[in-house]
Each structure stands twice: as C-alpha cells, then as structure tokens.
C-alpha cells in the first residue's frame, strides 16, 4: 500500500532563517506531488505542484520554492523565511492521470516564523 | 478553470441533528468532486468523490453528498451529527492542467457540533 511521509511535524524558525521541508512517497512510482499551505483561519493554497523528477510548478508567486530530486522525493524550500511563512504545510500525491483521481496527504508540519 | 465556493465559514450543529455543508462550483466540463475532513493539526481524509457514476455519492461516517448539475452544487450531508464530526470540511473541484490533474479546494467549513 502507498504512504506519504512529511517531516518534521512541528518547527518553529527566526525570520531570515533558511527553511527545508522534505516529503517522500512510498510504494507507488511516478506520482504526482503537490505541497500545499494553510494559513490560519483560511483554506488549503496550492504552492508547487510537481508531474515527473525536475518538473515544478509554481502557482504563486512567494518566498518559497520546491525541487523534486528523485521521484518519490519532494522538498520545500526557503533561503530566507519571512513571518508570514508560518502556517501549516501540506504534502500531497495523487496518480493525477485521470479527472477523478484524489490526493493523499501527509499529516502536515506546522511552522511558526518567529 | 475550475473552482469551488463554501459558502459557509463556520456551522454549528447539536449532537444528533442533521448537518448541511454547502458547496458550489463552476467547472468549464464534467467535474470531479471531492469532500475533504481535517481534524485538528492533522493532514486531511478523504470523505467522498463524485465521478459522474451516481448523483448521489455516499462517503465515510455516514456522510453522503448530492450532485446536481442545474444548480452547480454538491452540498454534503449527514442525517444526525456525532461530537467526533468536529473538524473543518474541504470541497474540492479536479481541475486539468496539461495532461495531468490537480485539485483545487474551497476555502473550508468548520463543522461545531455542540452537546
């Protein structure tokens, strides 16, 4: 069966602090990968969404950036975080071959930008 | 492209009463339709989908959505509301990108299920 794996569950950064949040993918190959971010009090946005190995996406424009280095592999990135980075993280993957394909989600990082 | 509107922010029901989330969109073709459930700092679980098989989609925990196409909506119900139903609720629209699929989410319905 497939499982998602997002880490770490919880960080709290100073602003102008590089950030690195890695989610991997197990038992399923050529995935779709998505990270999302939920502000508080506000609904899911999509950051980056990834179709193959070295292909981003990027939905809006931001601080933040993505890389998908092996497959299963995806990783949020920051050089220098801002306070309003904080917010709860979300890593997903689907097939995303068909219209009625669903996601699957990571249990989330909360990160505070302090 | 496509979308989705929860017209709700926050509902409040009491335990053993019916739950009504709403949920409208507007979609260029055919659409799948998805309800989302979080918990609390959790990730999120997948309730039901509409894939054009049935209007009516029955889900996990006695939840059950209704697609109907002259009014672009797919509300989720529920006949009675247990305490552990407290959570926030995602309406989700498949959008087409390329040759692949992403979903796009509503902005979320925060179910209160008071005792």
């Known amino acids: 069966s497939q499982t998602i794996h997002q880490w770490p569950a919880t960080l709290v950064q100073p602003v102008g602090s590089p950030l690195s949040l890695e989610c991997t993918v197990e038992?399923?190959?050529?995935?779709?990968l998505y990270w999302y971010r939920q502000a508080a009090g506000r609904g899911l946005q999509l950051l980056f969404y990834?179709?193959?190995?070295?292909?981003i996406s990027s939905e809006v424009p931001q601080n933040l950036s993505a890389s998908r280095p092996q497959d299963r592999q995806f990783i949020l990135s920051s050089k220098k975080l801002l306070l309003s980075d904080s917010g709860f993280y979300l890593c997903?993957?689907?097939?995303?071959?068909?219209?009625?394909?669903?996601?699957?989600f990571g249990q989330g990082t909360r990160l505070t930008v302090v | 492209a496509q979308s989705v509107t929860q017209l709700d922010s926050h509902v409040s029901v009491s335990e053993g009463t019916p739950v009504l989330l709403r949920c409208n969109y507007s979609?260029?073709?055919?659409?799948?339709l998805f309800w989302y459930v979080q918990h609390p700092n959790k990730g999120l679980q997948l309730l039901l989908k509409?894939?054009?098989?049935?209007?009516l989609v029955k889900g996990i925990n006695g939840f059950e959505a209704e697609f109907k196409k002259s009014e672009t909506s797919f509300h989720l119900t529920k006949p009675s509301a247990h305490m552990s139903d407290a959570a926030e609720y995602f309406c989700?629209?498949?959008?087409?990108?390329?040759?692949?699929?992403?979903?796009?989410f509503g902005s979320g319905t925060r179910l209160l299920v008071r005792p």
């Open positions: 997903a993957w689907s097939t995303g071959r068909r219209l009625n394909t669903e996601a699957f």
């Open positions: 989700v629209v498949s959008d087409r990108e390329d040759s692949s699929y992403k979903l796009i």
């Open positions: 038992g399923t190959s050529n995935p779709n």
């Open positions: 990834s179709v193959g190995i070295g292909q």
């Open positions: 509409y894939t054009s098989a049935a209007t």
């Open positions: 979609s260029s073709y055919s659409p799948s």
